[in-house]
């Protein structure tokens, strides 16, 4: 059985006062404060979500690039309550699975604001999708285009420009994407098939140059230009995300990467389009999030070694992916941060699994404090996104819990579920409705939801 964390969800309340960016707000401190006093007990490790601080994120997305429509990326953190909110303050969603689009049918979202953004899609993966009423999808191949034209033929196709992602912290450049000449190639495809085409780039996760924006656009307004002379009728723009959290080392503020991409789009789109889209998931998620764990293991190589190891029980395995070579750099706080006058020193920081590979840090320098011992508390801070949705554990660790969802309270100002996928041995079907009133076929292996 495939198992996951367990994401304590926050509830939700009226108003969420702005809290400094990537800190813990009021509302996860009490509750964290709480588990130190020993108020209510969560076992390790866990992500708690402050759906408060999402909201006020998209606010402030809404207003720095007033011309786009936010597509939420739920890859990037699939929570229910989380959907519901965004969902109630008028987003659109951009999937990358058909269970993504299950969840968002689930919050009562119309199929019509559901985008396919993922260019890699099984072909009954496509007639999903369509039979519930989405009709966006992305491609970068001409075979993903005739695909599309075949299973879904009054779908509308985007088509992503690829990007080399310089300046990003995490970037997308090797697998998706294809070069300017395919992307007028494939818009021109796409308009002799009847189909309504638009152009996609993505500058890459946690993208810190803010001229990537412009630099992008440039390639996009002259393609676009050429590919029209060639017949071509592309109507829309997705920018992708690439809007930051907050990690160790810092990033412009939002309102300079407005600034940034409004120039860009003044600049290179006077005219406009029918539609802008923007799918940020990192910026809307990762700070409204902590990640706690629990120390398992402190240990030296040696006797002399001054640089100790910490195993934690959450590694690579457990949500903590994005440590891959070290590429997104989380703040962390313990439970013994200001012991012993709060010395510190030199650490490597690794999960608890077998596998030489689940080690965090080794090369980028971290100090934790010396006191720290086994049954400390690691908190990793701006942690609400890419974690639950990487939380698979290992097989040897039966213990790691479940992802949650919604809908019962474990804690004082928390509700959580468990979420647990069915056997994809079973093969029946049920039918339900979709908000648009088409009906769509509903795989028991897509998402089960069971209760505690």
Known sequence: ????????????SANSPTVRPGYPSEKIARFLDGLDRGDHSVPTPFVV???????????????AIPSATVYYAVKA??????LERLHALGSAFDVASPAEIDRCLLVGVDPARISYGNTIKKRRDVAYAASCGVTRFTVDAM????????????????VRLRHDCGGADWPLSRKFGCEAADVERLLIAATEIGMASGVSFHVGSQQRDLGSWDETLEVVARLVGRARERGATPTFLNLGGG????????????????????????????????????????????????????????????????????YLDCGKFHGLAETMDEAIRYRLRTSADGADGGAT???ALAGPTCDSADVLYEKTAYELPLALTEGDTVDILSAGAYTTTYSYARPALPGTPIAADSSKFCAPGLRSAHLQLASSADTHRSSMRTPGGGQCHRRPDRIHLQYP
């Not at 059985?1 to 939700?12: G, K, W």
């Open 1 to 12: 059985m495939v198992r996951r964390y367990r994401p304590a969800l926050v509830t939700h």
């Open 49 to 63: 979500l402050d759906v408060d601080l999402v909201e006020e994120r998209y606010h402030q997305l809404v207003e």
């Open 77 to 82: 953190n699939p929570a229910i309550p989380l």
């Open 143 to 158: 075979e993903e285009l005739e695909k599309v034209a075949d299973v879904a033929p009054n779908g509308s196709v985007c």
């Open 243 to 310: 809007y930051p959290g907050t990690y160790r080392e810092s990033a412009p503020p939002l309102p300079a990467y407005g600034a940034a991409v409004n120039g860009a789009l003044a600049r290179w789109f006077p005219e406009g389009l029918d539609e802008i889209m923007v799918e940020p998931g990192r910026y809307l998620a990762a700070d409204a999030g902590v990640l706690r764990s629990e120390v398992v293991l402190v240990s030296r190589r040696s006797p002399e070694d001054t640089e100790r190891w910490v």
């Open 345 to 347: 020193g030199p650490v």
